[in-house]
Protein backbone atom coordinates (compact mmCIF):
# COMPACT_ATOMS: atom_id res chain seq x y z
CA UNK A 1 0.00 0.00 0.00
CA UNK A 2 2.81 2.16 0.54
CA UNK A 3 4.22 1.62 -2.92
CA UNK A 4 0.92 2.41 -4.35
CA UNK A 5 0.70 5.48 -1.84
CA UNK A 6 4.23 7.04 -3.05
CA UNK A 7 2.05 7.40 -6.52
CA UNK A 8 -1.11 9.13 -5.43
CA UNK A 9 -0.20 12.65 -6.43
CA UNK A 10 1.06 11.75 -9.81
CA UNK A 11 -1.84 9.48 -10.48
CA UNK A 12 -4.21 12.47 -10.39
CA UNK A 13 -2.00 15.23 -11.78
CA UNK A 14 -2.12 12.74 -15.01
CA UNK A 15 -5.69 11.96 -14.29
CA UNK A 16 -6.51 16.02 -14.29
CA UNK A 17 -4.77 16.19 -17.42
CA UNK A 18 -6.16 13.64 -19.43
CA UNK A 19 -10.15 14.79 -18.19
CA UNK A 20 -9.44 18.02 -18.63
CA UNK A 21 -8.45 17.16 -22.89
CA UNK A 22 -11.86 15.16 -22.86
CA UNK A 23 -13.82 18.26 -21.34
CA UNK A 24 -12.09 20.23 -23.90
CA UNK A 25 -12.96 17.78 -26.73
CA UNK A 26 -16.64 17.63 -25.57
CA UNK A 27 -17.10 21.29 -25.30
CA UNK A 28 -15.77 22.03 -28.65
CA UNK A 29 -17.52 19.12 -30.21
CA UNK A 30 -20.82 20.38 -28.96
CA UNK A 31 -20.19 24.52 -29.93
CA UNK A 32 -21.79 25.25 -33.16
CA UNK A 33 -21.18 24.49 -36.17
CA UNK A 34 -21.41 21.24 -35.03
CA UNK A 35 -22.56 18.29 -36.85
CA UNK A 36 -25.60 19.82 -38.94
CA UNK A 37 -26.65 22.04 -36.36
CA UNK A 38 -28.81 25.10 -37.85
CA UNK A 39 -26.62 27.98 -38.05
CA UNK A 40 -27.67 30.85 -36.37
CA UNK A 41 -25.55 34.16 -36.38
CA UNK A 42 -22.52 35.39 -38.31
CA UNK A 43 -20.14 34.04 -35.93
CA UNK A 44 -21.01 30.89 -35.69
CA UNK A 45 -20.09 30.32 -39.58
CA UNK A 46 -16.47 31.24 -38.66
CA UNK A 47 -16.15 28.35 -36.22
CA UNK A 48 -14.26 30.76 -33.88
CA UNK A 49 -15.82 30.01 -30.33
CA UNK A 50 -15.29 26.31 -30.92
CA UNK A 51 -11.45 26.72 -31.56
CA UNK A 52 -11.23 28.98 -29.09
CA UNK A 53 -12.07 26.15 -26.14
CA UNK A 54 -8.46 24.63 -27.38
CA UNK A 55 -6.30 27.74 -27.33
CA UNK A 56 -7.88 29.37 -23.63
CA UNK A 57 -8.00 26.31 -21.87
CA UNK A 58 -5.49 25.08 -19.69
CA UNK A 59 -4.94 21.16 -19.69
CA UNK A 60 -1.32 20.94 -18.35
CA UNK A 61 -1.91 20.60 -14.42
CA UNK A 62 0.08 23.31 -12.48
CA UNK A 63 0.82 21.75 -8.94
CA UNK A 64 0.93 25.16 -6.34
CA UNK A 65 1.59 22.98 -2.87
CA UNK A 66 -1.95 20.35 -2.13
CA UNK A 67 -3.59 22.07 -5.37
CA UNK A 68 -3.36 20.68 -8.85
CA UNK A 69 -5.35 23.02 -11.34
CA UNK A 70 -6.28 22.80 -15.13
CA UNK A 71 -8.91 25.30 -16.75
CA UNK A 72 -11.74 25.06 -19.13
CA UNK A 73 -12.12 28.53 -20.96
CA UNK A 74 -13.65 30.38 -23.42
CA UNK A 75 -12.63 33.78 -23.70
CA UNK A 76 -14.73 34.46 -26.64
CA UNK A 77 -17.20 37.27 -25.37
CA UNK A 78 -20.64 35.99 -26.16
CA UNK A 79 -19.53 32.14 -25.15
CA UNK A 80 -21.67 32.42 -22.33
CA UNK A 81 -24.66 33.97 -24.62
CA UNK A 82 -24.46 30.31 -26.53
CA UNK A 83 -23.91 28.44 -23.34
CA UNK A 84 -26.25 30.19 -21.00
CA UNK A 85 -29.15 31.14 -23.27
CA UNK A 86 -30.22 34.88 -23.74
CA UNK A 87 -33.16 36.80 -24.70
CA UNK A 88 -34.31 38.59 -27.62
CA UNK A 89 -35.65 41.95 -28.36
CA UNK A 90 -36.51 42.67 -31.55
CA UNK A 91 -34.05 45.22 -32.81
CA UNK A 92 -32.57 46.47 -36.11
CA UNK A 93 -28.68 45.46 -36.94
CA UNK A 94 -27.00 47.00 -39.31
CA UNK A 95 -24.08 45.98 -41.28
CA UNK A 96 -25.50 42.05 -42.63
CA UNK A 97 -27.78 41.25 -45.33
CA UNK A 98 -29.36 38.09 -46.17
CA UNK A 99 -28.15 36.85 -49.70
CA UNK A 100 -28.56 34.21 -51.82
CA UNK A 101 -30.69 32.38 -48.43
CA UNK A 102 -27.47 32.78 -46.39
CA UNK A 103 -26.54 35.69 -43.87
CA UNK A 104 -23.79 38.09 -44.79
CA UNK A 105 -21.41 40.57 -43.17
CA UNK A 106 -21.24 44.01 -44.58
CA UNK A 107 -18.65 45.59 -43.44
CA UNK A 108 -19.05 48.40 -45.62
CA UNK A 109 -22.42 49.65 -43.92
CA UNK A 110 -25.06 48.38 -46.40
CA UNK A 111 -27.86 46.47 -45.55
CA UNK A 112 -29.41 45.78 -42.38
CA UNK A 113 -31.90 42.96 -41.05
CA UNK A 114 -34.79 43.42 -38.11
CA UNK A 115 -33.84 40.75 -35.99
CA UNK A 116 -35.86 38.99 -32.80
CA UNK A 117 -39.41 38.98 -34.55
CA UNK A 118 -39.78 35.14 -34.35
CA UNK A 119 -38.58 34.05 -30.60
CA UNK A 120 -37.79 35.99 -27.76
CA UNK A 121 -35.58 33.80 -25.99
CA UNK A 122 -32.55 31.89 -27.54
CA UNK A 123 -31.67 28.49 -25.59
CA UNK A 124 -28.31 27.49 -24.42
CA UNK A 125 -26.63 25.18 -25.33
CA UNK A 126 -24.34 24.27 -22.14
CA UNK A 127 -21.55 22.89 -23.29
CA UNK A 128 -19.64 23.53 -20.13
CA UNK A 129 -21.79 21.38 -18.06
CA UNK A 130 -21.50 18.78 -20.53
CA UNK A 131 -17.65 19.00 -21.03
CA UNK A 132 -17.64 19.44 -16.82
CA UNK A 133 -20.12 15.76 -16.74
CA UNK A 134 -17.26 14.49 -19.45
CA UNK A 135 -14.32 15.62 -16.83
CA UNK A 136 -15.91 13.99 -13.83
CA UNK A 137 -16.70 10.77 -15.49
CA UNK A 138 -12.95 10.69 -17.00
CA UNK A 139 -11.30 11.09 -13.07
CA UNK A 140 -13.75 8.70 -12.00
CA UNK A 141 -12.83 6.22 -14.20
CA UNK A 142 -9.13 6.68 -14.71
CA UNK A 143 -8.78 7.06 -10.56
CA UNK A 144 -11.04 3.79 -10.28
CA UNK A 145 -8.80 2.04 -12.57
CA UNK A 146 -5.65 3.31 -11.07
CA UNK A 147 -6.22 2.07 -7.63
CA UNK A 148 -7.24 -1.41 -9.01
CA UNK A 149 -4.10 -1.50 -11.07
CA UNK A 150 -2.10 -0.27 -7.39
CA UNK A 151 -4.22 -2.81 -5.55
CA UNK A 152 -3.16 -6.01 -7.92
CA UNK A 153 0.51 -5.56 -7.72
Known sequence: MQKAGAKVREIII?????ATVAAV????????PNGGAPIRGVNTRTG???QSWATDSQTTPTVSGETITTMLCNNKQYASYVN????????????????????VGKPDGTGGLM??????????L?????????YKTTMRYMLQDAVRRAMSE
Open 115 to 124: VGTKTSYIPG
Open 14 to 18: EAAEV
Open 126 to 134: YMTEKATGK
Open 25 to 32: ETATEHTP
Open 48 to 50: EMS
Open 84 to 103: DGHRMDKHFTTHVAIENGML
